[in-house]
């Protein structure tokens, strides 16, 4: 286990970490230095040489780590990445609840959960870390992205395991409304069951024909609203996409998802079309007091950019 980080989280992000390996594990002499290391060790777009200028690599003791320092096996360096200038994602993240061990967000579209990819500083975990001063701050489910409404976070890592199980057990009860088209000959409401796969690395989910299902949706209209429908959906299980794909397999794909039923070429901070799809309610039983909670977004369909 590495030793604590000697270098203070920066924008609401921990510093990366990277272990020299062990002698009996790589060929050391190809590395005659720690520069040498670094630069074979990290990426071309890391700008090593520029970093190992600015003292900006450092050991646990927080000491900078130089070019030319001799290379050492078993050692710890740490580092903050450069971070791309990301356009702001409009719209507010509204403060649904916090207490010592949960913070509950209402989330606009477009906002990420998690640091990852080209969205780090414009995510709902680092926005709220230096909003909400909570450096511990984790959450404990999974929003899309392009999904607006209710995120559940943990405010210290030593709450995350209770509720984070909690989902796994399908004990949190959640629903989501969408906006999509009207079929007259669709019966509803219905059980939309199916075997959801989706590969590491791909864009979409996929339906696996004749496979046992491992996903379950219930989907309800609601009401119209100028020729569209107001869709009730209630998850029974969990899996990525789910719900986009459980509408576009009935004939009623979500308004404005660039996945479903087909990819649309989007440039990745396109904020003008928000999915209509809104996590509006949460309800469950909470694991560590026995308290019932329920928790519902002040958002409304259509979502509008900035939403």
Same mark, same amino acid.
């Given at each position: 286990m590495p030793p604590r980080s000697p270098l203070p989280a920066r924008h609401g992000l921990d510093a990366a970490r990277i272990h020299t390996p062990a002698a009996d594990r790589e060929p050391v002499d190809r590395w005659p230095t720690m520069g040498a290391w670094l630069r074979d060790r990290l990426p071309d777009h890391v700008d090593v040489p520029g970093m190992l200028a600015q003292g900006r690599f450092v050991d646990e003791s927080g000491t900078a780590v130089r070019d030319a320092d001799p290379y050492a096996p078993l050692r710890w360096v740490w580092f903050h990445r450069d971070l791309r200038d990301e356009p702001p994602v409009p719209g507010k993240i509204h403060l649904v609840h916090r207490d010592e061990r949960l913070v509950?967000?209402?989330?606009?579209?477009?906002?990420?959960? %998690?640091?990852?990819?080209?969205?780090?500083?414009?995510?709902?975990?680092?926005?709220?870390?230096?909003?909400?001063?909570?450096?511990?701050?984790?959450? #404990?489910? +999974?929003?899309?992205?392009?999904?607006?409404?209710?995120?559940?976070?943990?405010?210290? $890592?030593?709450?995350?395991?209770?509720?984070?199980? $909690?989902?796994? +057990?399908?004990?949190?009860?959640?629903?989501?409304?969408?906006?999509?088209?009207?079929?007259?000959?669709?019966?509803?409401?219905?059980?939309?069951?199916?075997?959801?796969?989706?590969?590491? *690395?791909?864009?979409?989910?996929e339906v696996v024909p004749g496979a046992p299902a491992n996903a379950e949706t219930l989907v309800e209209l609601e009401r119209e609203v100028d020729g569209l429908g107001v869709y009730r959906l209630t998850p029974r299980t969990g899996r990525t996409h789910q719900l986009?794909?459980?509408?576009?397999?009935?004939?009623?794909? %979500?308004?404005?998802?660039?996945?479903?039923?087909?990819?649309?070429?989007?440039? #990745?901070?396109?904020?003008?079309?928000?999915?209509?799809?809104?996590?509006?309610?949460?309800?469950?039983?909470?694991? #560590?007091? *026995?308290?019932?909670?329920?928790?519902? =977004?002040?958002? =409304?369909?259509?979502?509008?950019?900035g939403g």
């Open positions: 509950v967000v209402d989330k606009p579209p477009f906002l990420a959960t %998690i640091p990852r990819g080209r969205h780090v500083l414009q995510s709902a975990v680092v926005r709220l870390r230096d909003e909400l001063g909570l450096p511990e701050l984790s959450p #404990v489910h +999974r929003l899309d992205r392009v999904t607006s409404g209710l995120l559940m976070l943990a405010t210290e $890592a030593r709450w995350r395991g209770a509720y984070q199980t $909690a989902f796994e +057990r399908r004990a949190v009860h959640k629903t989501y409304r969408a906006l999509a088209p009207l079929r007259a000959e669709l019966e509803l409401p219905r059980v939309v069951r199916s075997h959801i796969r989706k590969e590491r *690395g791909t864009w979409c989910a986009r794909l459980h509408m576009a397999e009935l004939g009623i794909p %979500i308004i404005d998802d660039p996945l479903y039923p087909q990819v649309r070429d989007v440039p #990745v901070d396109d904020v003008r079309h928000p999915l209509q799809l809104l996590a509006a309610e949460m309800a469950f039983t909470d694991p #560590v007091d *026995g308290h019932q909670r329920w928790f519902t =977004s002040a958002r =409304s369909l259509p979502i509008t950019p």
